[in-house]
């Protein structure tokens, strides 16, 4: 049954698994057949399979719908998960029973996250194609239908950067928002963000208004010590890798240089966000680190960055010292970690108490605001 409906939300931080039917018809003719594709594995798992290279988890940790007790039991084929997780009208139909309005959705396996894998092959021609193709796709078949319900993010090619910024031109002009970039580059074989490498295309997202969404992951998992139990290790310290892919973006400057750049941090939390900003006016006000700007690192922080919380009990209370303005929702639907289908009532049961001012910006109107996408008619709780 739908979720009683008490509060208008936007998930910033969920994911889409994209569909076997993906990429067919959508690369030239000359291509078509050596694009990504679904092929069954000696075990009888659907994987992916693109240039030589196999990747397991078609599902990545698709489990929205399981019992608590089966959420370790990761799918191996489409049957094995929530139709939503790949068809758009379920999708719909799974954000109206879980009572969310709009939906920001990273790719999943065949990507890494930020069109990582596509960059990777060494027929650059292939990776530009396969890159498009995969837009293309989420323009028409996955935003379009429902373009109130949907924000539309981009992947880009990340091996040439003139290449990677025209397709986030492209991509602008015929109504993306967002691009999700590798949050920390050096980490996966690409320049780091201190060498100019990335400068077009940061010039691009800037003067296409274009948001940076950088998603934990897209740079690799957490640094795992011999014989540590990876999983839940990996999944603790998703806020240390947001801690330094944040520290790095703002240190390389870009957000100094391009005062309309928008940095959205996804599915980090927010409990290291106000420790950060205390460190940021130390390294100044103390240390004597950082000055030469022509403002202080905090306040560009503050300018130009926006973080999401997914379920931050203890730390909502550093909420004013990090700008209720820069934090927004997720529901991370269909990972382990999503709320589907109670977020209206862990919503209720973590942030109620909240003025409704605070949660309303919270919860819909700062991700509104910084993805230009509209609200309902009638925005709950109602002031």
């Known amino acids: 049954m739908p979720a009683e409906l008490k509060y208008t939300i936007i998930s910033v931080d969920d994911h889409l698994v994209e569909p076997p039917d993906m990429f067919e018809g959508r690369l030239p003719s000359a291509f078509q057949a050596r694009a990504p594709r679904v092929v069954v594995d000696e075990r009888g798992h659907e994987v992916w399979e693109f240039e030589g290279r196999r990747f397991t988890q078609v599902g990545m940790n698709a489990v929205a719908g399981r019992e608590q007790s089966m959420r370790n039991l990761e799918p191996t084929r489409f049957a094995d998960m929530r139709r939503g997780c ?104 690409l320049p780091s963000l201190f060498t100019g490498y990335w400068d077009p295309i940061i010039k691009a997202c800037a003067e296409t208004d274009t948001v940076i969404a950088l998603h934990v992951g897209s740079s690799g998992g957490y640094e795992i010590p011999e ?34 750049l928008k940095i959205a941090m996804s599915e980090g939390g927010i409990g290291w966000v106000a420790m950060l900003l205390d460190r940021l006016d130390n390294v100044v006000d103390r240390s004597g680190y950082g000055l030469g700007w022509d403002l202080r690192p905090a306040e560009v922080l503050q300018r130009n960055f926006w973080f999401c919380t997914l379920d931050d009990p203890s730390t909502i209370s550093t909420r ?50 910084l993805f230009r996408h509209p609200l309902p008619s009638t925005v709950l709780p109602a002031l």
């Open 86 to 189: 790949w068809d758009i009208d379920a999708r719909v139909h799974d954000m109206d029973l879980n009572g969310v309005w709009a939906s920001l959705n990273f790719p999943s396996m065949i990507t890494g996250f930020c069109g990582r894998v596509f960059a990777d092959v060494d027929d650059r021609e292939l990776g530009l194609h396969t890159t498009r193709a995969w837009n293309d796709w989420l323009h028409d078949d996955w935003w379009s239908p429902y373009p109130e319900r949907i924000i539309p993010l981009g992947i880009t090619y990340l091996s040439d950067p003139e290449l990677g910024a025209a397709e986030i031109v492209r991509n602008a002009e015929r109504g993306f928002v967002a691009v999700t970039l590798p949050e920390r580059p050096h980490r996966i074989g």
């Open 227 to 260: 014989m540590a139990p990876a999983l839940q290790l990996g999944a603790t310290m998703f806020g240390q890798l947001s801690l330094s892919a944040c520290a790095e973006w703002l240190w390389s400057g870009y957000a100094l240089r391009y005062p309309n």
């Open 320 to 369: 004013h010292r990090i700008g209720v303005e820069n934090i927004m929702f997720e529901t991370d639907y269909p990972h382990g970690d999503g709320t589907w289908p109670h977020t209206q009532q862990l919503v209720a049961d973590v942030y109620g108490d909240l003025p409704t001012h605070e949660l309303r910006s919270i919860l819909c109107e700062n991700a509104a605001a």
